[in-house]
């Protein structure tokens, strides 16, 4: 994305366009990832409800992949993952292992 | 047709404000400026104005509920003295970084400690920089005059900054003076309809204020709001020009007292510019050219006019009702020396701090300094560059 320039930013530094986040990709700032684990997920959506930066996809109503665009790594949807007979759906795994 | 009365700064003032009708004001009581809300919320409570006041238990909220109003897209206004403004600092440059043209006069006062209630330059110097256009005031007239066309400044499309009127506390805000109102339906037709950017009420059209704003592109918004601040003087002409019309009363970005034929003068900001003045003409009768400069858009400073004004003087004292302690000079000062560093010909600078914490400037202080000034004048030299003055040694 080609940087405005000072004359052509807005007045203020008001952001005129709604929901513009979606082009401020922040997967980089992540230093934990969450890895889902298929075979221990009961599809409870857990984590597509808690995800802060909805960063979990659904489709079809089923839990999809991460979209490591946007996670943070913040680990908020492998707290709250029941998971299944004591074993998470969702495991955090460091950057760069 | 003008009504004449005699009423103090803080009455005319209010006055002005009643006239233009705000839509918000938050504020909170602090001596000099108490008066000038107090008398503003009755108007409230009487119903001659449609303005929604907000209570608040400090500045820094009073300022922080305008930056709301005025985001949401309301006409505010806001008033304050010293500790009020210092408190007041962090949202200033909200306020001014968000382009949000609130108006807020500040009746100038000392600051804490020691605590004084009393009229200096300290509390407005102090949030000088901070973004927001200042326009001073000697007398009650001017407080009242500024105040309307500080929002027909601050409201420019072309600006859309917050706006400072300072006057001086108790010797304007508190004093009786000759004054002649404008008719209200004058003032607001001066004035006009408040017209919105971005409001946040507007929901048909969402927005967002105040993003966080990464080292990839802080500077460019700081450099747009530099932009702006150089359009503030052209702005300020034009609105004053318009109010000649309508009141018969001029204003300039400077008050150039006897300056054109001067070689000595004076440079001083509010009330005492007054004092000042009359002493000039008694110098002048005795056959000495003596001038004054009395800056009234004071931010953004308008240093090349300012410098123009002045480059010709042979000897220029300029007197700052504030001192910027570790600071080579008062501000005043400063601004003045840089306004005439350009120049390879030009005046012979001294500084004097006088005033502080209400201290009286007498006539005789002027005189004293006219007369240094003309013995600088003729020996091209001068022995203390910086002094204060009015104090017991």
């Given at each position: 994305m080609k940087l405005k320039n000072w004359k052509e930013v807005t007045p203020g530094s008001v952001i005129k366009e709604a929901g513009n986040s979606v082009k401020f990709k922040t997967g980089s700032w992540r230093s934990f990832k969450p890895v889902w684990v298929e075979e221990n997920c009961i599809q409870c959506l857990f984590c597509w409800l808690y995800c802060p930066d909805m960063a979990i996809k659904v489709k079809d109503g089923k839990r999809a992949e991460f979209d490591y665009d946007y996670c943070k790594g913040c680990g908020i949807c492998a707290l709250e993952c029941p998971g299944k007979k004591g074993k998470k759906a969702i495991v955090m795994v460091e950057e760069g292992k | 047709m003008a009504k004449i009365v005699a009423v103090t700064g803080n009455e005319a003032v209010a006055n002005a404000l009643r006239q233009v009708n705000p839509d918000v004001c938050a504020a909170y009581p602090i001596t000099p400026q108490t008066d000038m809300m107090q008398r503003f919320s009755s108007f409230v409570s009487d119903g001659k104005v449609k303005t929604e006041i907000i209570l608040v238990e400090s500045e820094h909220s009073s300022m922080s509920a305008c930056v709301g109003a005025s985001a949401a897209g309301g006409r505010v206004i806001t008033a304050t003295s010293s500790q009020g403004l210092a408190l007041m600092y962090e949202i200033l440059y909200i306020a001014s970084g968000t382009r949000l043209p609130i108006v807020m006069p500040v009746v100038n006062r000392a600051l804490s400690a020691p605590l004084n209630i009393?009229?200096?330059?300290?509390?407005?110097?102090?949030?000088?920089?901070?973004?927001?256009?200042?326009?001073?005031?000697?007398?009650?007239?001017?407080?009242?005059?500024?105040?309307?066309?500080?929002?027909?400044?601050?409201?420019?499309?072309?600006i859309r900054l917050p706006a400072m009127i300072c006057l001086d506390g108790f010797i304007i805000s508190h004093s009786i003076e000759r004054l002649e109102y404008?008719?209200?339906?004058?003032?607001?037709?001066?004035?006009?309809?408040?017209?919105?950017?971005?409001?946040?009420?507007?929901?048909?059209?969402?927005v967002s204020f105040g993003p966080l704003i990464l080292p990839d592109?802080?500077?460019?918004?700081?450099?747009?709001?530099?932009?702006?601040?150089?359009?503030?003087?052209?702005?300020?002409?034009e609105v004053a020009a318009e109010f000649e019309k309508l009141s018969g009363r001029k204003y300039g970005l400077f008050d150039a007292y006897r300056l054109d034929d001067a070689e000595i003068g004076i440079v001083i900001l509010n009330s005492a510019a007054g004092t000042s003045k009359d002493v000039i003409d008694n110098f002048r009768a005795k056959g000495i050219k003596a001038g004054l400069l009395k800056p009234r858009l004071y931010r953004p400073f308008p240093f090349a006019e300012v410098g123009e004004a002045l480059k010709h003087l042979k000897a220029v004292c300029v007197l700052d009702r504030a001192d910027a302690f570790g600071a080579s000079f008062g501000p005043v000062y400063l601004d003045i020396a840089a306004s005439l560093y350009p120049y390879k010909e030009k005046p012979i600078l001294i500084n004097k701090i006088y005033g502080l914490g209400g201290r009286d400037y007498l006539p005789q202080h002027a005189e004293d300094t006219l007369n240094e000034l003309v013995g600088i004048a003729k020996s091209g030299s001068f022995k203390i560059a910086k002094e204060y003055i009015g104090v017991r040694e």
């Open positions: - | 009393h009229g200096d330059h300290s509390d407005a110097m102090g949030a000088r920089d901070t973004g927001w256009i200042q326009i001073w005031s000697e007398n009650a007239q001017e407080s009242y005059d500024n105040a309307i066309q500080a929002f027909r400044i601050a409201e420019h499309m072309d404008l008719e209200d339906e004058e003032v607001q037709k001066f004035v006009g309809e408040f017209k919105t950017v971005n409001p946040l009420l507007d929901l048909e059209h969402p592109y802080y500077m460019e918004y700081r450099r747009a709001q530099a932009e702006v601040a150089d359009k503030v003087a052209k702005v300020t002409r």
